[in-house]
């Protein structure tokens, strides 16, 4: 495929891009000089096809408005061979930041970059790699991340993951890293606030201006205070060498905009009102910081533009759940962000947004609670839950109009709404569609929230647990809000994989804090189970896990302790039994927390509680690589130690385990099978 300038020139307008077009290589004539303290938050690269891909940098002046650098793009990394040349603005309106797309790019190619101003001041050097052909077959390889706060950890993920690349034959390094969201937290805990979370420490992140004050956290409301928040996160030499290292390819999730807001809403545990201003605020700091393909406002690249809005409260929802009024609408779309990229003939990656289009959550009306004293359990009857996930529609339309658990009843609050729907109906049609036109071998959804339930069987709890005992038959639904718990939409998704005969259908997910391996299947027992895909989430890189919580907040007397946390006589710390009750069930966890017997604990295990899981590790951090091929996915979790301080070894530390899940292609109509191996460490519970 040879690209043409013209068409590179139209595909460069269409999202406002300033550009350069290589050509013939030649020896640099920059009189450039390292100069990194003059560009705070290092480069980096984004979004690469087979010809092209956008590079970043930030730096600021403390004079004028507007000034230019030379960007060079070469073969080498000595700039012997500089192929691309050009100059790129950078303004006080755009916080200093530049975005410049490279175009005449060699497909599956290596290459170098870097910025200088016009005093001779350069950026550190970058490396990034286009993305192969469509018709390539060779082998693509990425990893995949989330949740990277920097408030109350270190990022030792990068730096294992930027160790073992350097030491990777070629054709075994990564082509790219894929962040599935909260690449930052605007919830800032400031170092003299109190004491940390858990066994953490506070590091200083930023100081917001014009801050909301929620509990101990101090929370953006402006440009220049989500502007603060990245030029922090940003700031972490880990961070900053693993942008220089590989382009990466981002979508977002809660954090990057409010904690539980959706949409334009504004949201905390504290209080929920409108915030259409403070939604564009956030869109424009993530362009502003993240290179990727997404038009922004202004039609270029070089700044995000105006979008006037104002903090309206949303009163009505339309069936697809989205927020009819108008500055909601507005501010939503001042951004959009999901995209699809192709790399070889292996892999169609598919991105979504699963906040921005989200409807209100079915979840939090209080009535369920005359249910059941549901904070005793930390569970909810999964079958309640579809109830008011389906609204209107459930039961081919006849909701019924009462909810009801052990003899109790209570009025359906969801009996009159739509479905509920995360990707809204704008985006999963656009999705839909891309799954059913894709080519690629494997088709990848990624998602920044976990596609895979979370439930229990409580039904087998110890005799005299509970005053009430669950009913026989009933499954637990143990934390809900993402696609978990989404069974209309998943289902809607995976009946299309399954009806449309696609094959290599999985998704790779974020958000949870933890790793999971499984099958994508819209129903579990006592439903058919019908594994059509697979469904893979990675740990975080530094956010507090189930797991550390558990140890903190669940006292030693409390009688559910064992479905959480096992404490081994003379162990520094209490084993993670959370694993074992999603994977296993509860009478595992009771017996494991008396006899310290694996064996004998999961002879205990229900088959019908987690058919869809082989993996969960509630506490685990690092990261996760894929490998594609024409008849293969292999993906590799590396967990490391809770990272809350900065290893000092070049190799970010020790591991904690490093698994490896491999499944072959499978023909349509057939269920997809993962094949486990510990290569590295223990994984405990988790299995």
Known sequence: MKLQRRDFIKSAVAIGASLAWAGPSRSSSMRWREARDVYPQGVASGDPDPNSVILWTRRPFSDGQRHKLTVEVAEDEAFNRVVAQTRASVSAASDWTTRVLVGKLKPAHTYWYRFTDADGNGSRIGRTRTAPLPSDPRPVKFAFVSCSGTNEGKLNGYRRMIFEDQRARPEEQLDFVLHL????????????????????????????????KVSIFHIPTTVEGYRAVWKGHLADPDLQDARARWPFVCTWDNHEFSWQGYQSILKNPKFE????????????????????????????????????????????????????????????????VYRALR??????????????????????????????????????????????DGGRAFNGGNPPAELEFNGAKVPNPAKDNPPQTILGGKQKAWFKDQLKRSTATWKIW?????????????????????????????????????FGSAWVE???????????????????????????????????????FEPIGLSFTGGSMTSVGGAEANEYVIKKDDKYRPLYLADRPGAPKPECTHNMMLRHGVRSCFEYAKSFDRAKALA????????????????????????????????????????????????????????????????????????????????????
């Not at 292996?346 to 549901?374: I, Q, V």
């Not at 709890?461 to 637990?476: D, M, S, Y």
């Open 181 to 212: 969201g909260d690449f930052i937290y605007e919830v800032v805990q400031y170092p003299e606030d109190g004491k940390p979370r858990f066994d953490r420490k506070v590091y200083e992140v930023a100081r917001i201006p014009d801050a909301l």
């Open 273 to 336: 009102q409108p915030g259409q201003t403070i939604k564009v605020a956030a869109n424009q700091a993530w362009f502003e910081f993240i290179p990727a393909r997404v038009k922004a406002p202004s039609g270029t690249l070089d700044e995000f533009g105006s979008v006037p809005v104002k903090n309206v409260k949303i009163e009505k929802f339309d069936d697809s759940g989205l927020g009819q009024e108008p500055n909601n609408i507005a501010a939503i779309n001042s951004l959009i």
């Open 343 to 388: 790399y070889g003939r292996h892999l169609d990656l598919l991105l979504t947004d699963e906040r921005s289009y989200r409807g209100p959550n079915p979840f939090e009306e209080s009535t369920t609670d005359k249910l059941a004293d549901w904070g005793d359990y930390g569970m909810v009857p999964d079958d309640v839950l579809q109830v008011l």
């Open 446 to 482: 990624g998602s920044s929230q976990c596609t895979l339930e979370q439930r229990a069987d409580p039904e087998n709890f110890p005799a005299g647990l509970v005053k009430q005992k669950w009913p026989a038959g009933r499954f637990a639904n143990v934390a809900g809000g993402d």
């Open 490 to 528: 998943r289902a809607e998704i995976y009946d299309l994989v399954r009806d449309a005969k696609i094959t290599g259908f999985a998704s790779v997910a974020g958000d949870l804090h933890s790793f999971w391996a499984g099958y994508a299947s819209a129903q579990l027992p006592p439903d058919k």
């Open 604 to 687: 205990l295990s229900n088959p019908d509680v987690a058919p869809h899981l082989e993996f969960v590790d509630i506490g685990g951090h690092g990261y996760a690589t894929v490998r594609l091929t024409s008849d293969e996915m292999r993906t590799e979790f590396v967990c490391i130690p809770r990272p809350i301080t900065r290893a000092l070894s070049p190799d970010g530390g020790p591991l904690r385990y490093r698994v490896v899940h491999t499944a072959k292609m499978w023909r349509a109509g057939e269920a997809p099978r993962l094949i486990q191996q510990v290569l590295e460490g223990d994984p405990g519970l988790s299995i």
